[in-house]
């Protein structure tokens, strides 16, 4: 490995370890589930969280590097059992830099029932530009996973994909875009739930989730900061 690319493996493994924090802070995960992974720029490798270790225990040390099949680069444990997943979208998809799992409870819930959440909010349209879609159910452990979140957000906008019977995946262009994702995906979720219980959402125009979306991904925010990866 080049001093350079060294170099920028170790920032991302920092950077992973660190977003594993976001994933706690935001109540997205229980015991050992869910994971983070950010695509090493410029090499076919990725840095992903290793399997079945503790939130509080993850350490920039300890993440793991694969290549983009999923085979171990760097790391004396197993990576996550998700991996093969991962690899699939960075393989399929050369514009992202980063992918979350998670089993975050209302949006977990949506998927349970295989339902896709449809854009009632301004919110949902800045993040997501419309519904978030649900895609197959698929087990886990070969290419299927990989498969079916790639089928679904390719030509979508949203980052967030629900598999059914499952959880939910994201993508962005870093991991922290992914990550931002994932809590963006499980706070819309909760308000639809709890919007339905209350009553019948109200639809938005179609005109208006463009307009939305357009201005949060191109305007809003800082200048000469993206705003859909701040
Ligand atoms: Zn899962």
């Known amino acids: ?8 493996v170790t920032r991302l493994r920092e950077q992973v370890a660190t977003l594993h924090g976001e994933l706690v802070r935001y109540n997205l995960v229980a015991w050992t589930a869910g994971n983070v992974s950010a695509r090493v ?34 790391g004396d444990l197993s990576p996550s059992s998700d991996t093969a997943a991962h690899a ?6 050369p514009e992202v ?8 409870s209302y949006a ?3 998927a349970a029932c295989g339902e896709s959440i449809p854009c009632h909010l301004t919110a949902q ?10 895609g197959p159910f698929a087990l886990i452990g070969g290419d299927d996973i990989g498969k079916g979140i790639v089928a679904t957000l390719s030509g979508h906008r949203s980052p967030a994909v629900l598999m059914r019977n499952h959880g939910v995946f994201t993508i962005g262009r870093d991991a922290r875009a992914a990550v931002k994702a994932a809590v963006m995906c499980e706070d819309v979720a909760r308000t639809a739930h709890l919007a339905r ?13 463009d307009s939305l979306y357009d201005r ?3 305007v809003y925010g800082q200048p000469g900061v993206p705003s859909a990866t701040p």
């Open 88 to 93: 699939y979208v960075y393989r399929a998809m």
């Open 216 to 218: 949060y991904q191109n």
């Open 41 to 74: 720029p410029g090499a076919d490798l990725m840095v992903i969280k290793p399997s079945g270790v503790s939130y509080d225990d993850l350490r920039p040390d300890n993440m793991i590097v694969c290549d983009l099949d999923g085979a171990v680069v760097e």
């Open 1 to 8: 490995m080049s001093p350079d690319l060294g170099a920028e």
């Open 97 to 104: 830099g980063g992918v979350v799992h998670t089993h975050s």
């Open 125 to 134: 349209a800045d993040e997501f530009g419309g519904e978030i879609p649900v």
């Open 108 to 110: 977990t819930a949506w």
């Open 197 to 209: 219980t209350l009553g019948r959402p109200v639809p938005m125009a179609r005109e208006d989730i």
